[in-house]
């Protein structure tokens, strides 16, 4: 089954730089990447997420990358602010399949 | 983005007794829905997957006799902690799937006396 690696666990950054995590998947099949922020004790909510046919995408500050060939994708976060402090998980899926997360990893944006 | 709620926020309870959670979809019909557990610090466990009209599907090491699912109507999964013990004390967040998309509800928080 797929199996989804997450880094780093933790981040820390100062305000105004930049974030990036990254994760690994095993399943060459997995054609759906979503990234999701969770705070404290609040539901995880959706960022942003990319399908397998497009390399990368962008909504404002945030942007995913992903290599298909490598099995890698990415979370780019410019310009931080301290609200961006948060856990964020990666995922992946295959199909119509259930979502296998990454481990996290716990940002925290000093200011 | 599409709605899901959950019910309780929290509920304290004793050893012993069981306790249900509701999972809804507010604004769009779910045959599919799946329940996690998160423990402090921790990713989200998948538990199982509800459809429904159907059997949940149980993941690995979930004991399905203690974690009683039932998925009735494209807008309601209901999870149920039979015979509660502290360890069962956890963060449960269940999604509702739209498309490929999941929706979060609020998540659980059980604490077993």
């Known amino acids: 089954g797929e199996n989804v690696e997450q880094h780093p666990s933790t981040l820390s950054v100062q305000e105004g730089d930049s974030a990036v995590i990254k994760c690994t998947y095993s399943?060459?099949?997995?054609?759906?990447f979503p990234w999701y922020k969770q705070e404290l004790g609040k539901r995880p909510q959706l960022i942003i997420d990319i399908r397998s046919n497009v390399g990368e995408k962008k909504d404002q500050r945030i942007a995913v990358t992903l290599n298909k060939t490598a099995k890698h994708f990415s979370l780019h976060i410019t310009e931080t602010q301290p609200e961006d402090s948060a856990v964020y998980f990666c995922?992946?899926?295959?199909?119509?399949?259930?979502?296998?997360f990454g481990q996290g990893t716990r940002l925290t944006i000093n200011p | 983005g599409a709605v899901v709620s959950q019910h309780p926020s929290w509920v304290i309870c004793k050893s012993g007794t069981s306790v249900k959670i509701e999972c809804r979809s507010l604004d769009f019909q779910a045959t599919t829905m799946f329940w996690y557990r998160q423990f402090p610090k921790q990713s989200l466990m998948l538990m199982a997957t509800?459809?429904?009209?159907?059997?949940?599907?149980?993941e690995q090491g979930v004991e399905k006799d203690k974690f009683l699912i039932n998925h009735a109507s494209l807008t309601l999964s209901t999870l149920t902690v039979t015979s509660a013990h502290p360890e069962d004390s956890s963060f449960y967040i269940c999604?509702?799937?739209?498309?490929?998309?999941?929706?979060f509800g609020p998540g659980t928080r059980l604490t077993v006396l």
């Open positions: 995922a992946a899926m295959r199909g119509a399949q259930k979502l296998v």
């Open positions: 509800s459809n429904e009209g159907s059997k949940a599907t149980y």
């Open positions: 399943d060459s099949a997995s054609n759906y």
């Open positions: 999604s509702a799937r739209g498309g490929q998309e999941q929706f």
